[in-house]
């Protein structure tokens, strides 16, 4: 089995930083795109940023240049840095791996538990 689990969340003033970290672990052969996703109460989830396997990153445009994706040489783990927060930042932010199984062919997606981002004003 696959475990995704997220850390560094929390209550930040608006203005601050925050890190978030992603570490996938369990049975895997590979490991493709890594990405951060967001849902704000009564909103649709949005991507936030991504980054594959290559390094390459794609970034929504609300957090270009504030946000920054980056990846572990191991390529497991998926950290987003998030600097000059602001309230409408406020979301659950969810990881999302696509993953090869040693056992098993093909890519499916793997997504954490969530980790609450609060910025008050």
């Known amino acids: 089995q696959v475990q995704v689990v997220e850390s560094g969340g929390g209550l930040v003033q608006a203005g601050g930083s925050l890190r978030l970290s992603c570490a996938a672990s369990?049975?895997?052969?590979?490991?493709?795109?890594m990405g951060w996703y967001r849902q704000a109460p009564g909103k649709q989830r949005e991507l936030v940023a991504s980054?594959?396997?290559?390094?390459?990153?794609k970034y929504a445009d609300s957090v270009k240049g504030r946000f920054t994706i980056s990846r572990d040489n191991a390529k497991t783990t998926v950290y987003l840095q998030m600097n000059s927060l602001n309230v409408e930042d406020t979301a659950v932010y969810y990881c999302?791996?696509?993953?090869?199984?040693?056992?098993?062919?093909?890519?499916?997606?793997?997504w954490g538990q969530g980790t609450q981002v609060t910025v008050s004003s």
């Open positions: 369990g049975s895997i052969f590979s490991i493709n795109d």
């Open positions: 999302n791996a696509e993953i090869k199984l040693r056992y098993k062919g093909g890519w499916e997606d793997y």
């Open positions: 980054i594959t396997s290559s390094g390459r990153t």
